[in-house]
């Protein structure tokens, strides 16, 4: 129907409302407008779907971060993802303790920094078991000494590099470390109403729990937004990761060693002529030393070929390959 009636459609209608087919109260709701609240202080930027996605992605950190410091601490390590969720960058600043240990990294060839973040009490529980301690941090929240922030700035490193390798099935980023902070006021990469994607994670290692927070804005992200979609991301690990599996069972068969036998012959004796057998004496076997020998693999016969001698070593020269069909050789 257009905007516009003519006057049949007028007339129509009248009708109608005159002997009950329509009631005004139907024309009233279907011509409302609906109206979706939207709250401007915060703007909902990412969807459900994007938020799950950076979920599956940091779920990957997760593992491969665990792995890494579990070789390093010699301990027990476990890092899940808590939660994922949108909030803004001054709800995430004033959220974090003083002081805390904060990395300022690049996420090139995006636009824009994000911000790994570590609980103290994990933090110094990395360092007390790298310098030769038990890793149990109970100590007062404290400002890290130089021997301390070298020893950080080299785990938060290494999460960077980790971090690029967790992001690549989305984009090829190559996140640095920019620079080292604790406190939390001195870091205003964006806006304070600007949206960020938080990605917190509960980490235990050994009898020490605390967070790791990874805050992205959504400048940064931005630019592949599409990218951020769950079936894309599965799509793409899927085929890699089967491209990879393939890989390394090609590569495990190929080191996997194999028992091989060569069968000169066969001869039947009985106990007795087995134990009178001595140095120099003859056994007679079943085929003509032309009829060349047997290689077989584990029980099956594969090859036939000619023994001879390779570099002052008994060797055998492969001429035949038998390939099995339907239970015989040929």
Not at 60 to 67: D, G, M, Q, V, W
Not at 97 to 117: R, T, Y
Not at 182 to 201: C, D, G, H, R, W
Request: proline content about 4%.
């Amino acid at each position: 129907m257009s905007d516009i009636l003519s006057q049949n459609e007028i007339d129509a209608l009248l009708a109608a409302l005159s002997t009950g087919e329509v009631k005004a109260e139907e024309i009233k709701k279907e011509s409302e407008k609906k109206v979706k609240p939207y709250d401007f202080k915060r703007p909902n930027k990412f969807s459900k779907e994007q938020l799950n996605t950076l979920s599956m992605i940091h779920e990957n950190f997760a593992r491969l971060l665990t792995t890494y410091l579990s070789a390093q601490l010699r301990t027990f390590v476990q890092i899940n993802v808590f939660f994922v969720e949108q909030m803004t960058y001054n709800e995430f600043i004033s959220s974090l303790p003083n002081p805390s240990l904060i990395s300022v990294v690049d996420f090139s060839p995006l636009k824009g920094a994000a911000i790994m973040e570590i609980n103290p009490s994990i933090a110094f529980s990395i360092i007390d078991r790298l310098l030769g301690g038990p890793g149990d941090y109970s100590g007062k929240l404290r400002e890290p000494t130089e021997i301390e922030t070298t020893i950080i700035e080299k785990i938060f490193t290494k999460m960077t590099s980790i971090l690029n390798e967790a992001w690549k099935d989305i984009e090829n980023i190559q996140t640095k470390m920019e620079k080292l902070e604790t406190n939390s006021q001195f870091v205003q990469l964006v806006s304070p109403n600007e949206a960020v994607a938080l990605i917190t994670f509960n980490a235990k290692i050994g009898k020490t729990e605390g967070m790791i927070n990874i805050c992205i804005p959504h400048i940064v992200l931005e630019p592949i937004m599409p990218k951020l979609s769950t079936r894309i991301w599965l799509a793409t690990t899927g085929q890699e990761q089967s491209s990879s599996a393939k890989e390394v069972i090609i590569d495990k068969v190929h080191d996997t060693k194999i028992q091989l036998r060569v069968e000169l012959g066969r001869a039947s004796i009985t106990i007795g002529e087995f134990l009178g057998l001595s140095v120099g004496d003859v056994i007679r076997l079943n085929r003509d030393i032309k009829d060349g020998v047997d290689v077989r693999i584990r029980d099956k016969l594969k090859f036939s070929g000619s023994v001879g001698i390779h570099r002052n070593k008994m060797a055998v020269k492969v001429q035949k390959i038998y390939y099995e069909k339907e239970g015989s050789y040929e």
